[in-house]
């Protein structure tokens, strides 16, 4: 019975240590706590079952050996028959509804995804919910490994040029922060909060600034009336419905400043509807293009730099012609 405590404590502290470790899993935060809920009820029954063993034991020894019997019942508040049981039982019985509360909070913080409702934007739901792990996974890859090409375009065409940049799904700031780092001028826009919040913290001494705009509408930045030298749009195109895309396009080329360019890249892979990414073809994007009257230059194709055997990234630009 002593051990009850300690084995409940163990318990208890080690899967509320799990649930913290994993932020962004949440059928597995929702396995232990509802494991521990389970494990500190179920201690509760087992120290009632135990009372009561050592109860009879205890009658049996008063009747049949009373010679080596004692007598233990204390008439003070902390000395009275069954304090004991009744404090193991209220410790218990707190951690007990503790991992409760806690299990339904996090099912209503993750409704959408663990009860498959489709949020109205599942892809900024989506970056909201796993932002910490995705974060980790972007900072990992350089700028310069994941845009090669516009490394080059940098270097050969703008070199020495004041640039005013505008990176469109700015996620965690990485891009950002390289254009920011060599004296440029940055705009980043980021619709997920949790993102946003990420990135402003790792880039803090960079002169970033961040707003919540998105593409299709871009609504913020088109109210500005402000251009750019150059708009990176990485990783973004497969969060826009088909229908979405012509105003996306030719609205990103309203922002680009005359000899201005636009730096894409299209994620080639299977759609994912419960994370907003939608089925993107090099194909589909160049007759949008076309349909726009606008000048595309198709750039390398990478593998993805994360792993992902099943995905491919084409790198584009579309250049606005000088006046």
Same mark, same amino acid.
């Given at each position: 019975?002593? *051990?009850?405590?300690?084995?409940?404590?163990?318990?208890?502290?080690?899967?509320?240590?799990?649930?913290?470790?994993?932020?962004?899993?949440?059928? #597995?935060?929702?396995?232990?706590? &509802?494991?521990? &809920? $389970?494990?500190?009820?179920?201690?509760? &029954?087992?120290?009632?079952?135990?009372?009561?063993?050592?109860?009879?034991?205890?009658?049996?020894?008063?009747?049949?050996?009373?010679?080596? &019997?004692?007598?233990?019942?204390? @008439? =003070?508040?902390?000395?009275?028959?069954?304090?004991? =049981?009744?404090? #193991?039982?209220?410790?218990?019985?707190?951690?007990? $509804? %503790?991992?409760?509360?806690? #299990?339904?909070? @996090?099912?209503?913080?993750?409704?959408?995804?663990?009860?498959?409702?489709?949020?109205?934007? +599942?892809?900024?739901?989506?970056?909201?919910?796993?932002?910490? !792990?995705?974060?980790?996974?972007?900072? @990992?890859?350089? #700028?310069?490994?994941?845009?090669?090409?516009?490394?080059?375009?940098?270097? /050969?065409?703008?070199?020495?040029?004041?640039?005013?940049?505008?990176?469109?799904?700015?996620?965690?700031?990485?891009?950002?922060?390289?254009?920011?780092?060599?004296?440029?001028?940055?705009?980043?826009?980021?619709?997920?909060?949790? /993102?946003?919040?990420?990135?402003?913290?790792?880039?803090?001494?960079?002169?970033?600034?961040?707003?919540?705009?998105?593409? +299709?509408?871009? @609504?913020?930045?088109? *109210?500005?009336?402000?251009?750019?030298?150059?708009?990176?749009?990485?990783?973004?195109?497969?969060?826009?419905?088909?229908?979405?895309?012509?105003?996306? %396009? !030719?609205?990103?080329?309203?922002?680009?400043?005359?000899?201005?360019?636009?730096?894409?890249?299209?994620?080639?892979?299977?759609?994912? +509807?419960?994370?907003?990414?939608?089925?993107?073809?090099?194909?589909?994007?160049? $007759?949008? $293009?076309?349909?726009?009257?606008?000048?595309?230059?198709?750039?390398?194709? *990478?593998?993805?730099?994360?792993?992902?055997?099943?995905?491919?990234? *084409?790198?584009?630009?579309?250049?606005?012609?000088?006046?």
């Amino acid at each position: 019975m002593w *051990q009850i405590p300690l084995i409940s404590m163990t318990l208890t502290g080690g899967l509320w240590f799990g649930v913290s470790r994993v932020p962004d899993l949440p059928y #597995f935060q929702l396995a232990l706590l &509802f494991l521990a &809920f $389970a494990g500190n009820t179920a201690l509760c &029954f087992i120290i009632l079952r135990l009372r009561y063993v050592m109860e009879r034991h205890l009658n049996w020894l008063e009747t049949c050996y009373p010679s080596g &019997f004692v007598a233990a019942r204390g @008439t =003070r508040w902390y000395n009275r028959p069954f304090l004991v =049981r009744t404090l #193991f039982q209220s410790m218990l019985g707190l951690a007990a $509804a %503790l991992s409760l509360v806690l #299990f339904c909070a @996090t099912l209503w913080k993750n409704r959408s995804e663990v009860l498959g409702i489709m949020p109205q934007k +599942p892809a900024i739901a989506y970056y909201d919910t796993h932002a910490t !792990s995705l974060a980790d996974g972007y900072e @990992t890859v350089t #700028f310069e490994q994941a845009h090669p090409d516009l490394v080059q375009i940098i270097a /050969m065409e703008r070199a020495g040029q004041p640039l005013t940049v505008l990176d469109i799904g700015a996620g965690t700031g990485r891009d950002a922060a390289w254009f920011a780092a060599r004296g440029h001028n940055v705009l980043a826009l980021e619709p997920s909060g949790a /993102m946003r919040a990420i990135g402003a913290k790792l880039h803090v001494g960079e002169s970033i600034v961040w707003r919540d705009d998105a593409l +299709p509408e871009l @609504t913020q930045v088109m *109210q500005a009336g402000k251009t750019f030298d150059i708009i990176v749009i990485s990783a973004v195109w497969m969060h826009l419905a088909r229908e979405e895309r012509a105003t996306a %396009l !030719s609205n990103v080329y309203d922002l680009l400043a005359p000899g201005g360019t636009a730096y894409l890249t299209l994620r080639l892979g299977p759609a994912e +509807p419960s994370r907003g990414i939608y089925d993107v073809t090099l194909a589909d994007f160049k $007759a949008l $293009a076309q349909s726009l009257s606008l000048p595309v230059t198709v750039l390398r194709t *990478q593998p993805d730099l994360l792993g992902r055997s099943h995905i491919s990234w *084409q790198a584009l630009r579309i250049d606005k012609p000088a006046p």
